[in-house]
C-alpha cells in the first residue's frame, strides 16, 4: 500500500515537474505493487 501512495506521490510530482519519466515511473511501480489509478 505504501507502494501505491509513492506511485501518485511520483504521478503527482511529475505533472509539476518532468511528466512523462514520472509518470512513466508511477506506472512501473504501480504494476510492481499490482495499484490501480
Do not use: K, P, V
Not at 500500500?1 to 512501473?28: K, S, V, W, Y
Amino acid at each position: 500500500m505504501i507502494q501505491c501512495e509513492l506511485a501518485q506521490t511520483h504521478r503527482q510530482l511529475g505533472r509539476i515537474n518532468e511528466a512523462e519519466q514520472a509518470d512513466r515511473l508511477a506506472q512501473e511501480l504501480a504494476l510492481q505493487s499490482s495499484c490501480s489509478f
